[in-house]
C-alpha cells in the first residue's frame, strides 16, 4: 500500500454496501472543489502519495490553488495506477525488463527484484497480418500465418507472464488492446490493498486515452516512460492547462459518432490543445453515448491533447453493468466519484484555461484525408475535394481534364479496369470505432440492405472486417447480420488492428501489379484514427478516414470520384438507381438492433477465459527461470544494448562538438516516418540483415513484429517509403523518398542508406544532429522512433517544435532536443544540413541547473558560420536527472540497485 505523510488529514474511510476502503479525501484541500474534473484525479494522486521528497504538501496546495490562466510552469509527479501495453510497443518493455535482471545481477543486485510494481497488461493486438480475406476460413489462417511468424515473440512474453509479478498478457485473437481495456480491464475506480483511489493509467500507444471516455485519466507514453512506471517512477509532468469542450445538442439521424469525432478533430487541432488536457461538459454529456465518449477519447493523439476526458456519470454505471462489470465494483465507483465530487453534475460549469463549444446538431457526414485525420470533408463535397487533391499525386489526364488512366486488370474474378482514385482497400477495423455498436450495427444494416437491392463490392477491393473485441461478432450473430457482411466481402479477418497499423496484407497480384507497373493513384478507405502517408499500404497513396457504413459504401462504389448524392451505387434487381439514401439505416432501426442484440451476457462470457488464449497459445513451449535464456540465433527477441558496459555512477555529459546532420526535415514529420514500421523491403538495411541471418524474404514480417530485436530496429529507423531527407535535394532533381542521406564521411557526401551512413559516423567517432520543422515527431507514442534515433548516434534533435510524447522520449533516451530561436527555422537560417554543428552548454547540466538555451554553432564548408540560442526543452527536473544519467532506464537501474 502507498503510503502518505498525510498533511492535510485526507485519510479517511469509505463505507460502500459491506466493504470498508481508505480514501483520501479531496475535501481536506481548500479550492480542489473548484477544479476541473481531470485535475481534481491529479489531485488525489499528488494526496495519496506525498511522501515529503517528490511530492509536497507544496505540490498539493499549487494544485489546489491552480490558475487556469498560467502558462504551465508547475511540475508535478503523477503515479498511475496502472500500465497498459500492446505488443509491438510493449515487447520491448519486457526485452528490456529482462535485460535490466542480468544489469542488476552484474551490478550486484537481485534480478527478482525487477518486477513490475504497478500492475501491467499486455494485450496483442498488433501482430495479425490480413494476408487472407474475403473467405470463410480467413480469421484461422491469418491468426495461424501470426503464430508461424511471431512465436519465438510470444513464447518470450508467455515467459514474462511467469518470471514476473502483477505482469498479465491478453494472447493473440481477442481483441484490440483500447476496448479490452474499456470492456474489461479498466475498473474506473481502483480497490487495491484495501484503498479505493481513481483508476488512472498509461499505456504504451497513444490511443490509451480511449479509456478518457469512462472517466479514467489516462494517456499515451514512450514504451521507456512505461517502463519506468511499471518500476515505480512516476511520470514527471507539469500541470496542464485545461480546455474545456462544452456539447449541447443531439446528433441528427444519419450522423454517426465518426462524423462527431472527425468534426471535433479538425475543430481541437485548428484551436490548439497540443500538450493540454481537454474535459467535455455540459448538459450535452448526457447525451453522449459511453461508446461516443470512447470514441471521441480515442482520437486525443489526432487533435493533440494529452488527454480528452469526460467525467463518470449515470451513463458510465450503465456501461459498466452492460459489460458485466460486479454490482460491487459499481457500487463503489458511484459512491466513490460522488464522495470525492468526481460525479458529473451538468448544471455547475466548471472554471476552465480556455473553452470551446459543439453544437452535435450541426455535424454532418464527414470524412478526413488524403493523409491527416484533421483534414476533414464534408461527404458532399468529397468527390470535389478529391479532384483537386488528385493533381498533386499525378499528372494523367483525360479528355475531359479529369485525372485519368484506365488499365486493364485480369483476376480470378475476372476482368475490369483500374483508374486513379479506386479504392482498393475497405476496412472495417481500429480501436477507434468497432468498439461502438451504433456505427458496426448501422454498417451491417446498411450492408444488408444493399445486398438486398442487389449490390456487390468492385472486385479490385480488399475488404477488412477486423474487430476490436469477439462481442462484436457476437451481435453481428444475435442480429442475423454477418452472411450481409460476408456476402458483400466482409469476411472475418481478425481481432486486432490490422488496416489502421499497415498490417492490411498484400493486395491482390494482379492488382498490385498494375497499381506499380502504371504509378496509379488509388485510395484506401477504413474506419481508423490514422491515415498518415506510407502507413496503410505501400500500393496506396491516398487514405481517408470514415465511418464503418461508409467504408462499406466506398467498398460499393470503388473509387473516391463519386458523389454520393448524385452517382447511383448500382442497379437493383428491377434495374433502378440505387443511392446512398436508399441504404443507409435509420436512427431507430440501429437503437432497436443494439437493445435487441447486446447483452451483459455477451461480455461476461467473451472475458471470462481472456487470458487463456486458444490452443496455439496453450501449446507454445515455455522457457523457466528468473532471467531470459537468449538464443544468439533469434532474430525476432535480442537482449537490449542498453546497459552494455554501464557503471554506477553515471559519466558527466559532454557538449557536442563537430556533429553532421543525419536528417534535414521539413513539417509535420510524424512518429510514422521515424519509427520502423510495417513490411520489410527487400534491398533495405533491415532486409539485409536479416538475409544475413539466413530469413528467406517471405519470412521477413513486418517491422513491429520484430520490435524486440534492435538490430532490425536501428535498420529500420528514419526509413519510411514517403521520408523526405531535404539533404538530398542538391544532389538528386526533385529530392529522394524514403531512408536515406547523404554520407559526409565520403568524398562530396553521395547518397546512401540512413543507416550505412550512421555507421560509417559512428566508426569515425563523429556525432550526428536531426534538423526538424514544426510538429515533429506528432503521431503514436513510438519508443522506437527515439531509440533508433538514439543507437544511430543521433545527439541532438534541432526543430521548431515538438509533439510532447515523442521529445519526453528523446530525453529519455540521452538525446538533447533543442528549438531555433521563435519563428526562426532551418530555412530562415539558411541551414542546407551540410554544416557541422558544435552545441555549447551541455556540461551545465552535471552542475544541477538547465539552461534555457544552448549555443548552437553550425560551420558551413566555406567556413562562414551560423550562431543561433537553441531552447532547450528538458522541460522538468526529472527530465534533467534522466539525461544526465544517460536515459530513463539507466536511472531506474541505479536507483533500484541504490536502494538494496
Not at 677 to 684: C, D, F, H, N, V
Given at each position: 500500500?502507498?503510503?502518505?505523510?498525510?498533511?492535510?488529514?485526507?485519510?479517511?474511510?469509505?463505507?460502500?454496501?459491506?466493504?470498508?476502503?481508505?480514501?483520501?479525501?479531496?475535501?481536506?484541500?481548500?479550492?480542489?472543489?473548484?477544479?476541473?474534473?481531470?485535475?481534481?484525479?491529479?489531485?488525489?494522486?499528488?494526496?495519496r502519495?506525498?511522501?515529503?521528497?517528490?511530492?509536497?504538501?507544496?505540490?498539493?496546495?499549487?494544485?489546489?490553488?491552480?490558475?487556469?490562466?498560467?502558462?504551465?510552469?508547475?511540475?508535478?509527479q503523477?503515479?498511475?495506477?496502472?500500465v497498459?501495453?500492446q505488443?509491438?510497443?510493449?515487447?520491448?518493455?519486457?526485452?528490456?525488463?529482462?535485460?535490466?535482471?542480468?544489469?542488476?545481477?552484474?551490478?550486484?543486485?537481485?534480478?527478482?527484484?525487477?518486477?513490475?510494481?504497478?500492475?501491467?497488461?499486455?494485450?496483442?493486438d498488433?501482430?495479425?497480418?490480413?494476408?487472407?480475406?474475403?473467405?470463410?476460413?480467413?480469421l484461422?489462417?491469418?491468426?495461424?500465418?501470426?503464430?508461424?511468424?511471431?512465436?519465438?515473440?510470444?513464447?518470450?512474453?508467455?515467459?514474462?507472464?511467469?518470471?514476473?509479478?502483477?505482469?498479465?498478457?491478453?494472447?493473440?485473437?481477442?481483441?484490440?488492446?483500447?476496448?479490452?481495456?474499456?470492456?474489461?480491464?479498466?475498473?474506473?475506480?481502483?480497490?487495491?490493498?484495501?484503498?479505493?483511489?481513481?483508476?488512472?493509467?498509461?499505456?504504451?500507444?497513444?490511443?490509451?486515452?480511449?479509456?478518457?471516455?469512462?472517466?479514467?485519466?489516462?494517456?499515451?507514453?514512450?514504451?521507456?516512460?512505461?517502463?519506468?512506471?511499471?518500476?515505480g517512477?512516476?511520470?514527471?509532468?507539469?500541470?496542464?492547462?485545461?480546455?474545456?469542450?462544452?456539447?449541447?445538442?443531439?446528433?441528427?439521424?444519419?450522423?454517426?459518432?465518426?462524423?462527431?469525432?472527425?468534426?471535433a478533430?479538425?475543430?481541437?487541432?485548428?484551436?490548439?490543445?497540443?500538450?493540454?488536457?481537454?474535459?467535455?461538459?455540459?448538459?450535452?454529456?448526457?447525451?453522449?453515448?459511453?461508446?461516443?465518449?470512447?470514441?471521441?477519447?480515442?482520437?486525443?493523439?489526432?487533435?493533440?491533447?494529452?488527454?480528452?476526458?469526460?467525467?463518470?456519470?449515470?451513463?458510465?454505471?450503465e456501461?459498466?453493468?452492460?459489460?458485466?462489470?460486479?454490482?460491487?465494483?459499481?457500487?463503489?465507483?458511484?459512491?466513490?466519484?460522488?464522495?470525492?465530487?468526481?460525479?458529473?453534475?451538468?448544471?455547475?460549469?466548471?472554471?476552465?484555461?480556455?473553452?470551446?463549444?459543439?453544437?452535435?446538431?450541426t455535424?454532418?457526414?464527414?470524412?478526413?484525408?488524403?493523409?491527416?485525420?484533421?483534414?476533414?470533408?464534408?461527404?458532399?463535397?468529397?468527390?470535389?475535394?478529391?479532384?483537386?487533391?488528385?493533381?498533386?499525386?499525378?499528372?494523367?489526364?483525360?479528355?475531359?481534364?479529369?485525372?485519368?488512366?484506365?488499365?486493364?486488370?485480369?483476376?480470378?474474378?475476372?476482368?475490369?479496369?483500374?483508374?486513379?482514385?479506386?479504392?482498393?482497400?475497405?476496412?472495417?477495423?481500429?480501436?477507434?470505432?468497432?468498439?461502438?455498436?451504433?456505427?458496426?450495427?448501422?454498417?451491417?444494416?446498411?450492408?444488408?440492405?444493399?445486398?438486398?437491392?442487389?449490390l456487390?463490392?468492385?472486385?479490385?477491393?480488399?475488404?477488412?472486417?477486423?474487430?476490436?473485441?469477439?462481442?462484436?461478432?457476437?451481435?453481428?450473430?444475435?442480429?442475423?447480420?454477418?452472411?450481409?457482411?460476408?456476402?458483400?466481402?466482409?469476411?472475418?479477418?481478425?481481432?486486432?488492428?490490422?488496416?489502421?497499423?499497415?498490417?492490411?496484407?498484400?493486395?491482390?497480384?494482379?492488382?498490385?501489379?498494375?497499381?506499380?507497373?502504371?504509378?496509379?493513384?488509388?485510395?484506401?478507405?477504413?474506419?481508423?484514427?490514422?491515415?498518415?502517408?506510407?502507413?496503410?499500404?505501400?500500393?496506396?497513396?491516398?487514405?481517408?478516414?470514415?465511418?464503418?457504413?461508409?467504408?462499406?459504401?466506398?467498398?460499393?462504389?470503388?473509387?473516391?470520384?463519386?458523389?454520393?448524392?448524385?452517382?447511383?451505387?448500382?442497379?437493383?434487381?428491377?434495374?433502378?438507381?440505387?443511392?446512398?439514401?436508399?441504404?443507409?439505416?435509420?436512427?431507430?432501426?440501429?437503437?432497436?438492433?443494439?437493445?435487441?442484440?447486446?447483452?451483459?451476457?455477451?461480455?461476461?462470457?467473451?472475458?471470462?477465459?481472456?487470458?487463456?488464449?486458444?490452443?496455439?497459445?496453450?501449446?507454445?513451449?515455455?522457457?523457466?527461470?528468473?532471467?531470459?535464456?537468449?538464443?544468439?540465433?533469434?532474430?525476432?527477441?535480442?537482449?537490449?544494448?542498453?546497459?552494455?558496459?554501464?557503471?554506477?555512477?553515471?559519466?558527466?555529459?559532454?557538449?557536442?562538438?563537430?556533429?553532421?546532420?543525419?536528417?534535414?526535415?521539413g513539417?509535420?514529420?510524424?512518429?510514422?516516418?521515424?519509427?520502423p514500421?510495417?513490411?520489410?523491403?527487400?534491398?533495405?538495411p533491415?532486409?539485409?540483415?536479416?538475409?544475413?541471418?539466413?530469413?528467406?524474404?517471405?519470412?521477413?514480417?513486418?517491422?513491429?513484429?520484430?520490435?524486440?530485436?534492435?538490430?532490425?530496429?536501428?535498420?529500420?529507423?528514419?526509413?519510411n517509403?514517403?521520408?523526405?531527407?531535404?539533404?538530398?535535394?542538391?544532389?538528386?532533381?526533385?529530392?529522394?523518398?524514403?531512408?536515406?542521406?547523404?554520407?559526409?564521411?565520403?568524398?562530396?557526401?553521395?547518397?546512401?542508406?540512413?543507416?550505412?551512413?550512421?555507421?560509417?559516423?559512428?566508426?569515425?567517432?563523429?556525432?550526428?544532429?536531426?534538423?526538424?520543422?514544426?510538429?515533429?515527431?506528432?503521431?503514436?507514442?513510438?519508443?522506437?522512433?527515439?531509440k533508433?534515433?538514439?543507437?544511430?548516434?543521433?545527439?541532438?534533435?534541432?526543430?521548431e517544435?515538438?509533439?510532447?510524447?515523442?521529445?519526453?522520449?528523446?530525453?529519455?533516451?540521452?538525446?538533447?532536443p533543442?528549438?531555433?530561436?521563435?519563428?526562426?527555422?532551418?530555412?530562415?537560417?539558411?541551414?542546407?544540413?551540410?554544416?557541422?554543428?558544435?552545441i555549447?552548454?551541455?556540461?551545465?547540466?552535471?552542475?544541477?541547473?538547465?539552461?534555457?538555451?544552448?549555443?548552437?554553432?553550425?560551420?558551413?564548408?566555406?567556413?562562414?558560420?551560423?550562431?543561433?540560442?537553441?531552447?532547450v526543452?528538458?522541460?522538468?527536473?526529472?527530465?534533467?536527472?534522466?539525461?544526465?544519467?544517460?536515459?530513463?532506464?539507466?536511472?531506474?537501474?541505479?536507483?533500484?540497485?541504490?536502494?538494496?
Open positions: 500500500m502507498t503510503t502518505s505523510i498525510n498533511s492535510f488529514g485526507a485519510r479517511g474511510t469509505l463505507e460502500v454496501g459491506d466493504n470498508s476502503y481508505e480514501v483520501f479525501r479531496l475535501s481536506a484541500v481548500p479550492g480542489t472543489e473548484k477544479l476541473p474534473y481531470s485535475l481534481k484525479v491529479l489531485a488525489e494522486n499528488l494526496l502519495t506525498e511522501d515529503g521528497k517528490n511530492i509536497t504538501a507544496d505540490h498539493i496546495r499549487q494544485i489546489a490553488s491552480w490558475d487556469p490562466s498560467a502558462e504551465p510552469s508547475i511540475e508535478i503523477f503515479t498511475p495506477a496502472r497498459i501495453m505488443d509491438f510497443t510493449g515487447v520491448p518493455c519486457i526485452v528490456d525488463l529482462a535485460t535490466m535482471r542480468e544489469a542488476v545481477t552484474a551490478l550486484g543486485g537481485d534480478p527478482t527484484k525487477v518486477n513490475p510494481l504497478s500492475p501491467a497488461d499486455m494485450v496483442i498488433h501482430s495479425v497480418i490480413l494476408d487472407v480475406f474475403g473467405q470463410s476460413d480467413a484461422e489462417r491469418n491468426v495461424d500465418l501470426e503464430y508461424q511468424r511471431n512465436g519465438e515473440r510470444y513464447q518470450f512474453l508467455r515467459w514474462g507472464q511467469g518470471a514476473f509479478d502483477d505482469f498479465k498478457v491478453v494472447p493473440p485473437g481477442m481483441g484490440i488492446v483500447h476496448q479490452v481495456n474499456i470492456e474489461y480491464l479498466a475498473p474506473t475506480v481502483m480497490s487495491r490493498n484495501g484503498q479505493a483511489y481513481p483508476d488512472t493509467c498509461v499505456g504504451t500507444d497513444s490511443h490509451t486515452t480511449m479509456v478518457n471516455g469512462l472517466g479514467v485519466l489516462g494517456w499515451g507514453v514512450g514504451g521507456i516512460e512505461a517502463e519506468a512506471a511499471m518500476l517512477q512516476p511520470v514527471s509532468m507539469l500541470i496542464p492547462r485545461v480546455v474545456g469542450f462544452k456539447l449541447s445538442g443531439e446528433i441528427k439521424p444519419g450522423v454517426t459518432a465518426t462524423d462527431v469525432v472527425l468534426t478533430t479538425q475543430m481541437l487541432r485548428k484551436h490548439g490543445v497540443v500538450g493540454k488536457f481537454v474535459e467535455f461538459y455540459g448538459k450535452g454529456v448526457a447525451e453522449v453515448p459511453l461508446a461516443n465518449r470512447a470514441t471521441l477519447g480515442n482520437m486525443s493523439p489526432e487533435f493533440g491533447s494529452t488527454a480528452a476526458i469526460f467525467p463518470i456519470d449515470g451513463e458510465t454505471i456501461y459498466l453493468r452492460l459489460t458485466g462489470r460486479s454490482d460491487e465494483q459499481l457500487a463503489l465507483v458511484e459512491a466513490y466519484a460522488k464522495e470525492q465530487g468526481l460525479w458529473h453534475n451538468p448544471d455547475v460549469e466548471p472554471i476552465f484555461s480556455e473553452y470551446i463549444e459543439l453544437d452535435l446538431s455535424v454532418v457526414p464527414s470524412i478526413a484525408g488524403p493523409k491527416r485525420p484533421q483534414d476533414r470533408i464534408l461527404l458532399s463535397a468529397s468527390k470535389e475535394a478529391f479532384a483537386s487533391d488528385i493533381v498533386n499525386y499525378t499528372d494523367d489526364k483525360d479528355a475531359q481534364g479529369r485525372s485519368s488512366k484506365p488499365v486493364k486488370v485480369r483476376t480470378a474474378e475476372g476482368e475490369f479496369e483500374l483508374d486513379h482514385g479506386a479504392v482498393v482497400v475497405a476496412g472495417i477495423t481500429s480501436c477507434t470505432n468497432t468498439s461502438n455498436p451504433s456505427v458496426m450495427l448501422g454498417a451491417a444494416i446498411l450492408a444488408r440492405n444493399a445486398v438486398e437491392k442487389g456487390t463490392t468492385k472486385p479490385w477491393v480488399k475488404t477488412n472486417m477486423a474487430p476490436g473485441s469477439q462481442v462484436v461478432t457476437d451481435y453481428y450473430e444475435k442480429a442475423g447480420l454477418w452472411p450481409y457482411l460476408e456476402k458483400l466481402g466482409y469476411y472475418l479477418g481478425g481481432y486486432g488492428c490490422t488496416t489502421c497499423i499497415g498490417n492490411t496484407g498484400p493486395l491482390p497480384l494482379p492488382i498490385s501489379k498494375a497499381i506499380n507497373d502504371n504509378d496509379l493513384s488509388v485510395t484506401a478507405v477504413l474506419s481508423g484514427n490514422r491515415n498518415f502517408e506510407g502507413r496503410i499500404s505501400p500500393d496506396v497513396k491516398m487514405n481517408y478516414l470514415a465511418s464503418p457504413p461508409l467504408v462499406i459504401a466506398y467498398g460499393i462504389a470503388g473509387t473516391m470520384d463519386f458523389d454520393f448524392e448524385t452517382d447511383s451505387l448500382g442497379d437493383d434487381t428491377e434495374g433502378n438507381p440505387v443511392f446512398l439514401k436508399d441504404i443507409w439505416p435509420s436512427t431507430q432501426e440501429i437503437e432497436d438492433t443494439i437493445k435487441s442484440s447486446i447483452s451483459q451476457d455477451m461480455f461476461r462470457k467473451s472475458y471470462e477465459t481472456i487470458f487463456a488464449g486458444d490452443h496455439r497459445w496453450q501449446g507454445l513451449s515455455t522457457p523457466e527461470g528468473d532471467t531470459f535464456e537468449w538464443d544468439e540465433k533469434s532474430t525476432y527477441v535480442r537482449k537490449a544494448p542498453y546497459f552494455d558496459g554501464m557503471t554506477m555512477d553515471p559519466a558527466p555529459v559532454e557538449n557536442i562538438t563537430g556533429a553532421r546532420v543525419l536528417a534535414l526535415l513539417d509535420s514529420v510524424t512518429t510514422d516516418h521515424i519509427s514500421a510495417g513490411p520489410i523491403k527487400p534491398g533495405t533491415a532486409a539485409q540483415y536479416l538475409d544475413a541471418n539466413g530469413v528467406e524474404a517471405k519470412d521477413y514480417n513486418s517491422l513491429g513484429s520484430r520490435r524486440g530485436n534492435h538490430e532490425v530496429m536501428i535498420r529500420g529507423t528514419f526509413a517509403i514517403r521520408l523526405r531527407n531535404q539533404l538530398l535535394d542538391a544532389i538528386v532533381e526533385g529530392g529522394v523518398a524514403g531512408g536515406y542521406t547523404r554520407d559526409f564521411t565520403q568524398a562530396d557526401g553521395p547518397q546512401a542508406f540512413i543507416y550505412d551512413a550512421s555507421e560509417n559516423y559512428q566508426a569515425a567517432g563523429i556525432p550526428l544532429v536531426v534538423l526538424g520543422g514544426k510538429e515533429y515527431g506528432s503521431g503514436s507514442s513510438r519508443d522506437w522512433a527515439a533508433g534515433t538514439a543507437l544511430l548516434g543521433v545527439k541532438a534533435v534541432i526543430t517544435s515538438f509533439e510532447r510524447i515523442h521529445r519526453s522520449n528523446l530525453i529519455g533516451m540521452g538525446v538533447v533543442l528549438q531555433y530561436p521563435a519563428g526562426q527555422s532551418a530555412a530562415s537560417l539558411g541551414l542546407d544540413g551540410t554544416e557541422t554543428f558544435d555549447e552548454g551541455i556540461t551545465t547540466l552535471n552542475e544541477g541547473t538547465t539552461p534555457k538555451t544552448m549555443k548552437v554553432t553550425a560551420t558551413k564548408l566555406d567556413g562562414s558560420v551560423v550562431v543561433f540560442d537553441g531552447d526543452r528538458i522541460d522538468t527536473p526529472g527530465e534533467a536527472d534522466y539525461y544526465r544519467h544517460g536515459g530513463i532506464l539507466q536511472y531506474v537501474l541505479r536507483n533500484m540497485v541504490n536502494a538494496g
